[in-house]
């Protein structure tokens, strides 16, 4: 008897293989959380006037802040570029601009004031006449608002369930089932993977990541589908089981998935590597719910995908052989 | 199609695509002085802030937005705390700094009779507080403002951050701080107006006078809707019976936020305000109303603005040109791919993609909502990338249904045949994602989903219509079809 690669007998392995990185993302999570980077922080802000702008000093206040934190050992999270302070009524500029470092929670505030000290008394002995102010302010954790969240989240489910119907439709229900369990899987799978791999992520991108796998795992599985309905219409599948047919099939479907899947890693990493960091922070680890569909899809897929062919396969041979009660009569007859 | 009247076509759609491509994505000087400058619809398309090229004006774009402090009653700066010591006569010093206590290490100043109880922070004044960033919180969310964020800041001050694309930034931090009770009152002028609205010793609160007030633009003009409820009715009825020239006054704590003439008996449920509001400004009153309505308090504590800075684009200045530069990388390969594979069949893939960037191009410029910004790069990206991969689907049909013998015009009608329900099905399961998250999602999401949808149906139009023509005008200037394409025909195996 041939051994093929997509076998039910394989199932319990695979999803012990989900259910182990489930698990340990699970308790992880517990643990720890996402390694979601907040607002929260402390503000290191200096603020100068046009006597030490004109003097084209605004890269001396930066040389002096930084060179101030070396030698004190501490370093800055985040900088913000110089920015114009403004008239609160026109929002014209008032002459006055802020150049803001942000500080984990953890660095001392002895330290900061120290550092708040030699900048000050560096910059004044610099610029002769000019207003320097140095404030460190305690910055909490941002708001979170949750209704562009949740309305999301509800906007992807019922956008899930309409293309899992078309999928349906289309397809047949053996499909969309699987299509349902691998949306589920590659969701969990993300979430679980994101706990453990501790990727620095913004506070709601765990949601856009479910989101994203959501997204690719349904248009990868929709490839597979596509695939599967074409070369089943062989008349050579017919004398087949399952096991066997979805095994040939896959051979070929693999490889047009596979492309899918290279062309849209090409992308993520792509926009990963060229784009500014705030987008390539966002960008590169999508290649996670992507490996995530990949290996759903090409892996997973096919052997959930297995019971549910055997039952289409039934159901085919019995409507194959109903005649009808009139004919089936007449025959009689 | 003959080749004369494929070259004429060929040439046509060539300058339509050159021209369009010039207007879409070229900027150039009009004169040798370089003061009449042609911008690109791609140029004068808006931008997202976070992208840092909002426009501002006729010409000058800025990124990011604003950020404001606001400050309670009793909280001040340090700076302007030093400043007003330092301005201060010798004898008012000691005066000025016995009412001041330093907090957060001299960052801000608190002052000892508003905010201390003793040497502590008052709770009232702690509940006031909290009591007054949860509204603000909830009426930075319910504007639905992308990219505006609220921070508390050394406790006992707020950060809002609003972006530059936000128009009314500057009224809207000063209408954000504003607390306390809603109340209506009625008069001639603002000094003798009575308040009709909570009744005096009724007990009743605004909540029970007003269901909802909420903001709507239709035909081009905004409003702030007042729901009444029967008691809000008979409130305003009854004090405007018999007016001529009275105004009613809508006041949230001790600021009026509109001021409406009355020139005769208003009794209606639902009273419509236009004024001079536009979309954001009506929105912005209503929300400060209807929050006032529902949480409003006479001890409500009100924010002013204190410190307001511009901020940079929060992806950086440059954010906007390494994205076209990722854009333009992801493009590239896709062309290179189609030109080693296909040969000079890559060339109906190009006009194919032109096309398409250029319909998307014009929608983003044309569609008032849509900005240029991360969410609708990456959903033009997600189409052009659609479309490469139905491109090359048919080609791959068409390549499989000439190696088996067919020729050419038979194998690309059969192959497109083959792989049109594939190309379909793709293309209206993404736009089918795209326009219904556009319609439940909010801020970035609903600009990428949109995007997302428009370009999946411009990407299948392309991919199915402008490829096979492009395709179709194309051919007849190869003397060998196959080799145009990079086709072979199956190799069979001749029997002894």
Known sequence: ?333 | MGKVKSAIVLTLITIVIAVLCVVCFVPFPCDGNGLNYFNSILGIAEKDAELGGYLIGETDYVGGGYTAVLYPEGVISGRDYENDLSASSEEDQAEYAEKYSSYSNGAIYLEKETVLDGTEVSESFKENFSHSVEVLKERVERLHISSASVNVVDDYTVEVSLPASYEISGAAFDYLGRMGELTVSFGSDEESAEVIIPEARSGLTAEDYFKSISARTSAGVSYVIFNMTDEGRAAIAEATDGATSSYLYFYVGDEPLITLTVSEQIDQSSLYISGSYDKQSSELVATILDTARTSGSEEGLSLSVGTLRRDHAAYGDSAQWMLYIALGVVLLASLVYFFVRYSRLGFAHLYTMLVYLIAMTLCIWAIDFLTLGVGSVLAVLFGAVTLSVSDAMAYEYARKEYATGKTMTFAVKSGYKKCFFHIFDLHIVLAAVGFITYFIALTELSVFAFTLGIGMFFAGVCSLAVNRFCWYIMMPFAKDKAKFCRFKREEVEEDD
Not at chain 1, 19 to 44: P, Q, R, S, W
């Open chain 1, 1 to 333: 008897m041939t051994k093929h690669f997509y076998s039910l007998k394989k199932l319990p392995l695979f999803a012990a293989i989900s259910a182990v990185i489930l698990i340990a993302g699970i308790v992880l999570y517990a643990l720890f959380g996402f390694n979601v980077e907040t607002c929260a922080g402390k503000d290191f802000s200096v603020t100068y006037d046009a006597v030490i702008s004109i003097a084209e000093g605004g890269d001396r206040v930066e040389e002096v802040c930084e060179s101030t934190f070396d030698s004190l050992g501490i370093s800055y999270e985040s900088k913000t570029e110089i920015s114009s302070d403004l008239d609160n009524a026109s929002l014209a500029e008032n002459g006055d601009y802020t150049v803001t470092y942000t500080f984990a929670e953890d660095v001392s505030n002895e330290t900061l004031a120290s550092a708040k000290e030699t900048v000050e008394s560096t910059l004044t002995s610099e610029f002769a006449g000019s207003d320097v102010y140095i404030a460190v302010h305690e910055v909490d954790a941002g708001a979170r608002f949750y209704e562009p969240v949740w309305r999301g989240a509800v906007a992807l489910a019922v956008a899930a369930i309409v293309v899992l119907v078309y999928i349906g439709f289309r397809f047949g229900w053996g499909r969309t089932l699987t299509g349902l369990v691998l949306v589920v899987h590659d969701v969990l799978l993300t979430l679980a993977l994101l706990a453990i791999t501790r990727i620095p992520v913004a506070p709601f991108a765990p949601l856009a990541f479910a989101a994203a796998a959501v997204v690719i795992s349904l248009i990868v599985w929709l490839v597979q589908c596509m695939k599967m309905r074409e070369t089943f219409k062989d008349p050579a599948f017919r004398t087949m089981d399952a096991e066997e047919a979805v095994s040939e099939c896959c051979k070929a479907s693999n490889k047009t998935t596979g492309y899918v899947i290279a062309a849209l890693a090409v992308v993520f990493i792509v926009l990963g590597a060229v784009a500014a960091p705030g987008v390539r922070a966002f960008f590169l680890p999508l290649l996670l719910p992507l490996a995530v569909s990949a290996y759903s899809s090409l892996v997973l897929g096919p052997i959930v995908y297995l019971p549910m062919k055997r039952m289409d396969d039934r159901s085919s041979a019995k409507k194959a052989r109903y005649v009808g009660k009139k004919k089936a009569e007449q025959a009689e007859e």
